[in-house]
């Protein structure tokens, strides 16, 4: 061992990194074999660190280890002398398993042996600045020079970038001679126009969150909620967004504001708590806590529990155990109920006012935009007053008086309801009151009483950010600013609490976290990393249209995640035995397989391999097919990991016909001709359930008639889930915990489902593995 670290070090790796080398066998050992191979062209110090840092790398990414002396030697020859010739070599070899490699196309593949000459470089560089020269003489060294450096490169593919960086220093130098002091500088922003309060009539696109001017593509989420891309009011500066209500008492009011928060940025989540949170609610959780958390600002979680009949405790802790899992803390949770005292005696100085008045008219003539105007709407204050407080006291029956609103909101609708009679007990409150505020009402008050600065909402509230300033500024409230942003929506779904109900009443799904549904607790359950959701997110964009995307890009993000995270097993769904019958009875050996084939220093596991393994049926075929690649009795193929490559002796059939065993010999990959597949396989496994899922539904929008005329129970897909209750799975999953993610090779990526017990894992299918459309 100590010999080896010696080894590693001499070639330039530090002692960390060799000590990380060796704890990986296969890694450990392909570097060793590629050293010796070096230095019995250059002697046991002849290795440099550059020829090291090349070794190591190609010892790191080589996937077919009989090609390791071939790069070694041609590294070692000095062939491959760069990163990017060593890129172009490991793509050759792969593109040619087949021996013997060519060496003239390699060597042209490669650029060996191109020699590219000062003259060449010094030409190359002389068309690029000649071809910018004019913007060059303008921008000066404020000019993008990686402009030039790219363009010369690519014209000169195997040329030393730091020969290139020189000439093209050396050029703008001789063109534009010494820096000055005003090239030091930096590039001034282009500044703004400056325009009068009067001349503000900015789009409200433009002004939150425009998808087309400020574009959210290749941009983290954090980075598309800081500083530039949204044009966001800062702090204290409400009243220079369009729209916003100024009274006499405003910038006193904002003066206050500023001096309780510090000119922080405070935004909140305000669910209600009568749902699960579905995948629209991640993007608004992400929009609120991260724009308070990209800009050092605070988030409040609260819950907006006006509505007593639908809220159950579940909810509540279902909403807060999501917002932690998207990685989310809130700064405080609170409760519209918490206000409850605030919001009544509020209420009572609405109608002292002369804004507010109780109304008898029942709910079904309030429904409607052409709704007539109450004939109590000019009833005197004194008798609202009496009566709102009878309503208080529980001496009108449910329906029978509602406190309204006296103003006309964005959508025509008029004197919205403020407080409505409920006689069922709150889950917080208890008994103590019987009327409760609606959201019109208490929205906009627990964002003033929380000193919001950003009250972030989905596109549908703009109908109603007109009553939101009103109400604050009718009672000489300090007024957040309420921006709008589009929902998120996804195909062949539904989110509806109300259709999700039906789904699970009806017995379609189980409960609320059926992995075929897009609630977060179902797609935490499938398997999803929350990272993903989050990255989905920020690729979907922060815009102010409606989004409707499909569940396919959402799966794209959890690959990209998982294929970084969720170490390879093997597991084979529809097993076929297979007997090696050259190997002795008792033969078992142990087989190292990587977590990460791609990065093999992320480790490994170790599985049983004996005279009896089990294949996938589907990889293998009695009658050979044309473009068929995997095992037939003609045709070996070969058995990841193991160095084996095995050939059919005999195929056993039961009584129906039906394949169920094979015969075959085995012998070593390193001397059988290479096969045209290599397939997974199992040997002494462990029993699994495995659940498969597809789409629940089976047209993009099952809600919509057009598309399906009979409804969305109509338009279930039976075959969206398949239960697999035998499948053998590789012994290197045993112990594994709930919500533990691992990538089946060649079949998935699968997730540990709460149902597992002790005796029996049960693996949930997250997603397919990306399609190739060559493998048959």
């Not at 959210?216 to 500083?227: A, D, P, V």
């Not at 703009?462 to 009553?467: F, I, V």
Request: hydrophobic fraction near 35%; aromatic fraction near 8%.
């Amino acid at each position: 061992m100590a010999d080896t670290l010696t080894l590693f070090t001499s070639i330039g790796l530090s002692e960390q990194k060799a000590k990380e080398t060796l704890k990986n066998e296969s890694l450990s050992s392909s570097l060793k074999e590629a050293i010796t191979q070096a230095q019995r062209v250059h002697g046991a110090s002849g290795v440099d660190k550059a020829m090291g840092t090349l070794l190591y790398s190609m010892a790191s990414r080589l996937k077919d280890t009989k090609r390791l002396a071939f790069l070694s030697e041609s590294i070692a020859q000095r062939k491959i002398c760069t990163e990017l010739q060593l890129a172009a070599a490991l793509d050759f070899v792969k593109s040619h398993p087949q021996d013997p490699i060519n060496q003239k196309e390699f060597d042209e593949a490669c650029g060996v042996g191109v020699v590219i000459t000062p003259e060449q470089i010094e030409e190359a560089v002389e068309a690029v600045i000649k071809k910018h020269k004019d913007q060059l003489l303008k921008e000066r060294y404020h000019f993008n020079m990686g402009l030039l450096m790219g363009e010369a490169r690519s014209a000169l593919k195997w040329a030393d970038g730091k020969v290139i960086k020189n000439e093209v220093d050396m050029q703008v130098l001789h063109l534009l001679g010494p820096k000055t002091e005003a090239d030091l500088e930096k590039k001034p922003k282009a500044q703004k126009a400056k325009v009068t309060e009067n001349d503000v009539k900015v789009k409200k696109e433009e002004v939150a969150v425009n998808g087309d001017a400020v574009s959210g593509e290749g941009k983290s989420l954090m980075e598309q909620l800081r500083g530039e891309a949204l044009k966001f009011h800062k702090p204290g500066e409400n009243y220079t967004t369009e729209g916003y209500v100024v009274t006499p008492n405003t910038m006193n009011l904002l003066k206050k504001h500023l001096e309780f928060t510090g000119g922080q940025i405070r935004t909140r989540f305000p669910p209600e708590p009568n749902g699960i949170l579905h995948i629209g609610h991640a993007k608004a959780i992400n929009f609120n806590f991260g724009y308070a958390k990209a800009n050092n600002g605070i988030c409040f979680l609260r819950y907006d529990d006006t509505n007593p009949e639908k809220e159950e405790e579940k909810y509540f802790t279902a909403i807060k155990d999501m917002v932690e899992w998207l990685g989310y803390k809130p700064y405080a949770i609170t409760h519209a109920s918490d206000n409850f005292h605030q919001l009544y005696d509020l209420a009572v100085d609405l109608i002292r006012r002369g804004h507010a008045y109780v109304c008898h008219q029942k709910g079904e003539e309030l429904k409607g935009h052409n709704v007539p105007q109450s004939p109590w709407r000019d009833r005197p204050i004194e008798e609202s007053l009496v009566l709102f407080e009878r309503m208080k006291k529980g001496l009108f029956a449910e329906g029978e008086a509602t406190l309204r609103m006296k103003m006309v909101m964005e959508d025509g609708k008029m004197d919205p309801v403020a407080y409505r009679i409920k006689y069922t007990p709150h889950h917080r409150t208890g008994d103590e009151w019987c009327i409760y505020p609606t959201y019109d009402y208490t929205h906009c008050l627990c964002d003033s009483i929380e000193h919001i600065s950003h009250s972030l909402c989905t596109k549908e509230f703009q109908a109603r950010r007109s009553s939101y300033y009103w109400l604050c500024n009718a009672l000489d409230l300090y007024c957040p600013v309420q921006w709008e942003y589009g929902r998120l929506n996804l195909t062949y779904t539904v989110v509806s609490k109300r259709k999700i109900i039906k789904l699970v009443e009806t017995g379609v799904v189980r409960d609320w976290d059926d992995p075929r549904l897009f609630t977060l607790t179902a797609l935490r359950r499938r398997g999803f990393p929350p990272e993903a959701i989050n990255n989905f997110c920020a690729r979907v964009g922060v815009t102010v249209s409606q989004t409707t995307t499909e569940p396919h890009l959402l799966e794209a993000c959890v690959r990209d995640v998982l294929n970084e995270t969720a170490p390879r097993a093997m597991a084979v769904l529809e097993p076929l035995k297979v007997t090696i019958t050259n190997l002795p009875e008792n033969f078992k050996t142990d087989v190292r397989v990587p977590d990460f084939p791609a990065d093999e220093a992320k480790g490994s596991h170790t599985v049983p391999f004996t005279r009896t393994v089990f294949i996938e049926q589907s990889d293998f075929r009695e009658v050979m097919e044309k473009g068929y690649k995997r095992l037939t009795p003609e045709q070996p193929v070969g058995l990841r990991h193991a160095g084996y490559v095995i050939s059919v002796q005999k195929v056993i059939k039961d009584t129906q016909g039906k394949v169920v065993e094979l015969e075959v010999t085995c012998c070593s990959s390193e001397t059988a001709e290479k096969p045209k597949a290599f397939i997974h396989w199992v040997s002494e496994p462990l029993v699994c359930e495995v659940r498969l899922y597809e789409r629940l539904f089976l047209h993009k929008h099952p809600e919509d008639p057009s598309e399906v005329p009979n409804g969305f129970l109509s338009d279930i897909n039976s075959n969206s889930l398949q239960v697999i209750s035998s499948a053998l799975v590789d012994t290197s999953v045993k112990g594994a915990k709930v919500f533990d993610k691992f990538q089946f090779e060649r079949v998935g990526y699968f997730s540990v489902d709460p149902d597992s017990t002790a005796d029996k894992l049960i693996f949930n299918r997250t997603v397919t593995l990306k399609e190739d459309p060559g493998k048959i």
